[in-house]
């Protein structure tokens, strides 16, 4: 399969498309044939080597979301039917035509979305839901002020802020 490669750590001269082995599923995993992924800041950290690779992560194969098709399904997993329409956050390997990762970390992409929209939904939506509605705990008549809603979490943030269940709108500072 054909995988963009962060050679070493530096700007986007570093960067190469090689060949690599398609990834096999293990025990509770699906593999995706990738068909949009998104660049975000984390990425552009991590290729100039500034940003942690989570362990058993490829360290050279940058990609931190992907949208998909389910191609094939480890030992065990029962989530998924082949052709599935998936999406996700990943440690590495977004940006590669394969990737495998748990069933439980994937996401149904909606018949009617295109995969570009899918593959830059998650980092910056899963990113502003968990601040604002686990951490936060943001409730009913709260007010929030979104520091820089021009960045990718900030818009995301702003959009769901006022769609969290049937709880109606909250108050919005912008800055």
Known sequence: MKAVINTRPGGAEVLEVQERPK???????????VRASALNRADLI?????????????????????????????????????????MGIIGGAGHAEYLCV???EAMPVPRAMSWEDAGAIPEVFLTAYDALFNR??????????????????GTAGLQIRPRRGSHGDWDCTLA
């Open 23 to 33: 990834p096999e599923p293990g025990v509770g995993q699906i593999r995706v044939r």
């Open 46 to 86: 991590r290729r100039e080597g500034n940003y942690p690779i989570p362990p058993g992560v490829p360290a050279d194969m940058p990609g931190m979301e992907y949208a998909g098709e389910v191609d094939a399904l480890g030992a065990a997993a029962s989530m998924w039917k082949i052709g599935d329409r998936v």
């Open 102 to 104: 748990h069933e439980r």
């Open 136 to 153: 936060l705990a943001l409730d009913t008549g709260e007010t929030v002020l979104i520091h820089a809603v021009g960045s990718g979490v």
